[in-house]
């Protein structure tokens, strides 16, 4: 792992201080470097949740955006982490981004989207998530079983053919979308030597405060 996560001098990106507490303003630009060093891991994050019986889960999703303090994902009503979230709004958030040696783990409170918004931003997805989200809809749901992988293929293809157009593909309704608001932030910012630095922001009173960790 030691040659991944390797930086030159000039693509570190400084910690934030006491003087300097904007943990939201670093993810972005993290993110923005790890866009820039075509890093697979910058789109997506991995999301915790609880299920009913009160065991963990953990998937990878798609980061749609990060506004404020809030991030935006998207997900299906039919999905189980839809129906956790709403079961119990406690989650936790990783993002890990190699390329930059950075890990952000964030929680905090949980907000449905207005589904007029879900909509608008699912409008700017890639054409093959739309039909994948088509797919849902007409053919099977999320997460049923699959008699092979032809059929999914096939069914992809049909539903090129209904849809020729990026803009035909209606949004499906099952789609659903919700925001999660940072209120307590840790960033570890990894060094080859494996002395790390580890950072706390709690967002209180308005404004974040810092409190530096033992790696």
Wanted: charge should be neutral; hydrophobic fraction near 35%.
């Amino acid at each position: 792992m030691s040659a991944i996560l390797t930086c030159h001098k000039q693509d570190v990106l400084a910690p934030m201080t006491e003087d300097n507490v904007d943990p939201i303003s670093e993810i972005v630009s993290s993110r923005q470097r790890a866009f820039a060093l075509d890093d697979i891991c910058a789109s997506v994050c991995s999301l915790a949740t609880v299920a009913v019986d009160g065991s963990p889960r953990t998937r990878v999703m798609n980061l749609n955006g990060i506004s404020g303090r809030s991030f935006e994902l998207h997900c299906s009503e039919q999905s189980g982490k839809w129906q956790e979230l709403l079961h119990s709004p406690a989650y936790e958030l990783l993002l890990w981004w190699p390329s930059v040696a950075r890990q952000y783990r964030i929680r905090g409170e949980l907000e449905i989207m207005p589904q007029a918004l879900v909509e608008e931003s699912w409008l700017r997805a890639p054409y093959l998530f739309k039909l994948l989200d088509r797919f849902y809809q007409e053919c099977q749901p999320l997460g049923s079983k699959l008699q092979n992988h032809q059929v999914l293929l096939s069914s992809i293809n049909n539903l090129k053919t209904k849809y020729p157009n990026e803009q035909d593909v209606p949004p499906p309704q099952h789609l659903r979308g919700f925001y999660c608001k940072a209120s307590w932030i840790e960033a570890l910012y990894i060094d080859n030597l494996r002395l790390h630095q580890r950072h706390c922001y709690l967002y209180t009173n308005n404004h974040w405060r810092h409190e530096l960790l033992v790696p």
